[in-house]
């Protein structure tokens, strides 16, 4: 941390005072290496007056990182009521630079928080992960980008390629809205306690219009029949849309027997709507 950062106590003790024993049921696995916190938040680009959504901060370690980088505002997300008072030291080290909100991210309007674009910067709690990255992709235009850690399992099928395991129904979701791309992987032997599993960074920078465009509904209603039944041929996957499936895939120019891993996002979009106007 440069030098002019206000003292805090290394994390452990933090954990320690506060009695910050992990609970699994709340995914807490902390990063205690302000080294590797200040990497995560760097992956988000320069920081200098921007507004922070951080979820789930715990004891603080990332959150110290996303100040030390020069935010503005930050505001920080969290449902364990016995993180409050640690957070309460670093807001009193940063004055007025840091909100802490008591509640559950999964039930929480994000954009009502702020005015403009922020930026989202969290090490996820992974039982919750998937679901809190739908939402937000739901609301693309409230967010300049998403640094987020996930389970490397997630984060390759988010950054997956087609004809690949992983490529599916969050794949086509997160590139149609976002560019995408790994940054890096974090060993389990890096957190307080070590998960079972590799974790990695992965950001997501929404574009300013989807790449093809389609409606987000359709294409979600297109792509969860086509990758329902994976293994399947699309004409048999998609006849669970309740339409000529083999009629709309000629139509759109695509082999009927082919596989929903062998499709792009621009081929999915161009189903989604030739799906809209056969309904
Ligand atoms: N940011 C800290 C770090 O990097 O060390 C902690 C990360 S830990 C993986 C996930 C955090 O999310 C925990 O502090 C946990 O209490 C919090 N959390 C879990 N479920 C949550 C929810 N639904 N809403 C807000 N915070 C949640």
Known sequence: MPPNDPPLPPLREVIAKYGLRAE????????????????????????????????????????RAILASGANRVIAIEKDQRCLDALGDIAAAYP??????????????????????????????????????????????????????????VADRITASPRTKAYGRLTILCQWLCE??????????????????????????????????????ILEKVVAAAFGQRRKMLRASLKS???????????????????????????FCKLARKYEEFQ
Not at 253 to 267: C, K
């Open 180 to 217: 995408v791309s790994k940054e890096f992987d974090i060993s389990p032997k890096a957190f307080t306690p070590p998960p079972k599993v590799t974790s990695t960074v992965v950001s997501l920078v929404p574009r300013s219009t989807p790449t093809f465009p389609a409606k987000m509904e």
């Open 24 to 63: 699994k049921s709340l995914g807490q696995n902390f990063l205690l290496d302000l080294n590797l916190t200040g990497r995560i938040a760097r992956c988000a680009g320069s920081l200098e007056g921007e507004t922070i959504i951080e979820i789930g901060p715990g004891p603080g370690g990332l959150t």
């Open 96 to 153: 007025g630079r840091l909100e802490i909100l008591n509640e559950d991210a999964l039930a929480l309007d994000e954009t009502k928080l702020f005015d403009g674009k922020a930026r989202i910067i969290a090490n996820l709690p992974y039982n919750v992960a998937t679901p809190l990255l739908i939402k937000w992709l739901g609301h693309t235009d409230h967010f300049k980008s998403m640094t987020l850690m996930f389970q490397k399992e």
């Open 241 to 267: 849309l309740k339409i000529p499936a083999e009629e709309l895939l000629v139509s759109v120019g695509l082999d009927p027997t082919s596989r929903a891993e062998e499709l792009t996002v621009e081929d």
